[in-house]
């Protein structure tokens, strides 16, 4: 599966680490992450939990929360232009400086190198990362290294050129009017086919062309002026480029009336159409599918068209529309595409629709950090590999597969013993805890690049070369058994995600740093932040989420009736408990809504806990600055999970996110502990205890 055209049916980044993707979206500033910087930089950090962050004021069975987070969170005013700010936040900016600082470094080494095809990892990206850089030069070239796409674009005459435009354009991942990209088939996960999905439109959505409501309008008005903007820029006088802008736009408004809006588009149950080559070529008897499968190398097998009347639609623009209509509407998007990486005009009129408008950005990203983004972006295991080598030693992995060992142990002796689940499930849930296809910092094979060209001076050849060896790759795994190893995103980042589909979990390099995993930290601190967080996120191939996909990957309710009825009469328990957790006067948690992460929260604790007692049958935790290794382990899961957020985003989050707010992932799935109890020696009336007979248990 291209990244380009990840797949929301079956991909969730997770949330259990990474709290809300809106955090990512926001950048601190400098200074802010120069502090938080500071800890990680001294030789890995500490041994123990953050004392420096506690407030020992409080007592651990009133606010444990606060106990934990107490002194941090004074200490760490949310950032004026952000909404929250956590630990969490902090190490996605450490994980920028990290990978900065390599590729500054290689930038300069590489300037030493010789340059050409088959060039080593370092001079491919010091040298991609130095043509990005070089500000100047690119600014010199102007639109220069675009003539020759824009010349064949200008040159086009009739419906077959329009055509081969399309292909070359689909080359770098441009998708206009649509995109084909490799898929798990839906049918048989085992076999990987090529999808073809909508693509097209300039906006993010359907929404967005046909909408009443004015913030849709309004965005049209602006957009019509960008399309306009970018077209003078690339040479068309105003008139021509007005005209061109209409266009433009009533063509993507045709393409948005066949498609899905992005929530649909994201369903299994509306983009599931296996469709046989024969058939494709029916749908859309006005485009020319053998040359393109010729050209893209692609078998002319089964495919599946998420689709389908939108593919109708392009059948009746391809016939409808002028080729001078089409003109217009690939060079704008080429033009929209490439405007990134070329001159200082195009990147700030794209900055300022896509970003300061569209994106509410208050300022451009630096240039060093949009640069990295770039070599992520093409290079993405190359850069991995530099990272690894400095952040994540052998040592580390290790370590990680330990955990990892002992986590999986504990969860399949929990599944033995819980009292809901059937003889005949508890044997299907083993099974799949089994298969689970964990992989821990960076893929088993790494990618071999010596097939790509990147050039010290010329910032656009490279995009162009990385794109296609990306698209090529990507088009090389359709009709092949499915690559349960290959990577959707690069080693160094600091994210992670499930494909639910593959019951595959990928834990990069970069994500695997404090405050999740931490290799200078004792045991009981890991086993409380990465122990917890990734057992949680097992617990959803075998819980409620997970009973829907069979142990293959297909749609299958594998749970008895009775399982289900059993399972529904102790969520009840967890529905109460955070109906009664409230972030202001009658703001409570919808405990539906946050049940099923709720639940994995509490088995997280529980197993996480049972399989560092089993790692310190082994290998023992001392005492550290005072506190026993249970309570180490407590207080990992609130300091790793602990966040400040405004009053008004927590109203906004208990509406639409499926996780309890920090605050909550902490003292819910605590409370309901009899170890947490015992660990912080709290009376039976404590506020943090739940009276025995209270308690919720799932796993
Ligand atoms: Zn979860």
Sequence with gaps: ????????????????????????????????????????????????????????????????YEFANGTWRNQN?????????????????????????????????????????????????????????????????????????????????????VQRVIRRLHELAIPVPFAIA????????????????????????????????????????????????????????????????????????RLAEASLNSATAGEQVTTDHKTS?????????????????????????DLNVAEPKFIAQMDNLL????????????????????????????????????EKYLGKATAMKPRQERCAESV????????????VEKYFPPAAKAKVQEIARNLFAALKNDVRTVPWMGAETKRKALEKIADTNLQIGYPDQWKDYSRLTIRRDALWANVVAGRKFNVDEDRQQIGKPTNRNFWLIAPSSPSAYIDLQLNKLVLPAGFLQPPYFNFAASDAVNYGALGIGLAHDLTHAIDSNGSETDISGRPQKWWTVTDRNEFDRRAQCVIDQY?????????????????????????????????????????????????????????????STGAAMRLEAQRQYIKNDPHPTPKFRVIGPLSNSPEFQQAFACKANAAMVIPPEKRCAIW
């Design 1 to 64: 599966m291209s990244r380009q055209f990840i797949s929301a049916v079956t991909v969730v980044f997770i949330a259990t680490f990474t709290l809300a993707s809106c955090e990512t979206l926001e950048s601190a500033p400098a200074k802010v992450a120069a502090r938080a910087d500071t800890k990680s930089e001294t030789g890995g950090g500490r041994e123990g939990i953050e004392t420096g962050e506690l407030n020992q004021k409080v007592d651990a069975c009133t606010d444990f």
């Design 77 to 161: 005013p949310i950032p004026s232009n952000m909404q929250r700010w956590s630990r969490r936040v902090a190490a996605r900016n450490t994980n920028q400086q990290h990978v900065q600082g390599i590729l500054e470094e290689l930038s300069q080494a590489s300037l030493a190198m010789k340059t050409g095809r088959g060039g080593n990892t370092e001079q491919l990206l010091g040298d991609h990362y130095a043509s990005c850089m070089n500000e100047a030069g690119i600014d010199a070239l102007g639109l220069a290294p675009l003539t020759p796409l824009l010349d064949e674009i200008n040159n086009m005459r009739n419906m077959a050129d």
């Design 182 to 253: 490799s898929a798990t088939d839906y049918h048989e996960p085992a076999n990987t086919i090529a999808n073809i999905v909508a693509g097209g439109l300039g906006l993010a959505d359907r929404d967005f062309y046909l909408q009443a409501e004015p913030r849709f309008v309004d965005t049209r008005a602006k957009y019509k002026t960008h399309i306009v903007n970018v077209l003078k820029l690339g040479g068309m006088g105003d008139t021509q480029a007005s005209d061109a802008a209409d266009s433009i736009f009533a063509l993507e408004k």
């Design 277 to 301: 080559f024969a058939q494709l070529k029916q749908l859309a008897p006005h485009f020319d599918w053998e040359q393109y499968f010729a050209e893209a190398k692609l078998p002319r097998a």
């Design 319 to 354: 016939q409808e529309t002028p080729v001078a209509t089409w003109k217009s509407y690939l060079k704008w998007h080429l033009l929209d595409s490439a405007s990134p990486w070329l001159s200082s005009p195009f990147v700030e009129e794209s900055f300022s629709f896509r």
């Design 376 to 387: 992520d972006a093409l290079l993405g295991e190359a850069l991995g590999k530099k990272y």
């Design 579 to 639: 109906e009664g957790y409230a972030i202001e006067a009658g703001a409570h948690h919808d405990g539906k809504r946050v049940l099923s992460e709720a639940i994995g929260d509490q088995g997280g604790v529980r197993v996480a806990y049972l399989a560092l007692q089993k790692s310190m049958q082994q290998k023992p935790v001392p005492m550290i600055d005072g506190f026993t290794p249970e309570q180490q382990f407590f207080i990992s899961w609130a300091q």
